[in-house]
Structures are given as structure tokens and as C-alpha cells.
């Protein structure tokens, strides 16, 4: 008998968590899921087809394919106790950046969302501030 080490592949990751610079980055880095109108134009003499755009290019946050959820900005406790109004609450401080979740559930984008390798926060969060329902 032969001994042989069978390994489990590892399951394809779904959960990418993003830290973009800035919200105005989004336009730019996630170009892919950002969609713009288009309409099919046919020449009458040559019944050549051309396309011609339509408005603004806009985020399209939710296919079949993917899930994105903005987060924005996200807050962490320095430890510190504040009052106010009588209350006792932590003080929070703002984390760099600006996050953004995307959760893959098909393969049709998976390209895509590994393209953005360099905004992908790693390790990927033991226990994300934000996470999915």
C-alpha cells in the first residue's frame, strides 16, 4: 500500500475587505462595477453599428455575481471615557481610509475583485467591525 497525503483545496475566498484611500477613489478603483448607458446607433447608407453613451457612468453595488457594501469611515475606541450630557460613553477615533466590502457569490467578477490586491486589507479581519447578514 502506497501512503499518500491527500489535501483539501482550499475553498475559493468570498469576503474581500478594501481600504481605499479616499471615497473619491472609489470611481476610479472599482471602475469595474461602475455600469454607463449606451445606445446602438445604425447608419442609414451603411447599416454600420456604432454605440454612443449615455449620461454619467454609476456603481453598481449588487448582481447576481457580487454583493459591495461601503462602509465609509470606521471608528475604533481609544480606550478613553468621555461624558457628555451626563452620559459616559468611549471616545472613537477614525481609521484611515475609506472601506468598502465586497462579497463574491458567483465567479463571474472574481477577476475583477483580485485585481484590487493592492486595497485589500491582509490578513483579512479575525472580527470585522462590519460584517454581513
Known sequence: MI???ITEEEAPRTDFYLNLDAEADMP????AFYKQDYTTIVDP???EESTQLEGEPYFVANT???SIDVVGVLHKPTGNTLTSDG???PEMVALDGWHVNIRLTG???????EALAAYTIEPT???PL???L
Open 130 to 132: 462590519r460584517v454581513w
Open 45 to 47: 447608407e451603411t447599416f
Open 87 to 89: 452620559m459616559e460613553h
Open 3 to 5: 501512503d499518500e497525503l
Open 28 to 31: 476610479t478603483v472599482l471602475s
Open 64 to 66: 447576481s455575481d457580487y
Open 125 to 127: 479581519p479575525k472580527t
Open 107 to 113: 465567479d463571474n467578477s472574481r477577476a475583477d475583485v
